[in-house]
Nanobody, 118 residues
Framework: QVRLVESGGGLVQPGESLSLSCVAS????????MGWYRQAPGKQRELVATITSGESTNYADFVKGRFTISRDNAKKTVYLQMSGLKPEDTAVYYC????????????WGQGTQVTVSS
């Protein structure tokens, strides 16, 4: 069972930067795509960014140019570097990890709160 733990969330002012990390526990299964989702109060959960095992990345339009996703396969860690933060970026951020065992299974972390406010 893949277990994910996010860290790095907190309170920042608009325009500032913040970096998130998510570590996957040791597993015998190969982790393929990892990603970040977020959910703001009163809104649906939305995809922020993904990164494949080959380090191919994909970003939502609303964060492209501001956020950067990366991973360290040896450490089984995915990162999200955020800059130019806006109040609308306020949300709980979740990391994910996909494992393919015939079909794809997506594992979720418990989330970390990011609040952007003056």
């Amino acid at each position: 069972q893949v277990r994910l733990v996010e860290s790095g969330g907190g309170l920042v002012q608009p325009g500032e930067s913040l970096s998130l990390s998510c570590v996957a526990s040791r597993t015998i299964f190969t982790i393929h795509t990892m990603g970040w989702y977020r959910q703001a109060p009163g809104k649906q959960r939305e995809l922020v960014a993904t990164i494949t095992s080959g380090e191919s990345t994909n970003y939502a339009d609303f964060v492209k140019g501001r956020f950067t996703i990366s991973r360290d396969n040896a450490k089984k860690t995915v990162y999200l570097q955020m800059s130019g933060l806006k109040p609308e970026d306020t949300a709980v951020y979740y990391c994910t990890a996909d494992v393919k065992l015939g079909s794809t299974y997506t594992y979720w972390g418990q989330g970390t709160q990011v609040t952007v406010s003056s």
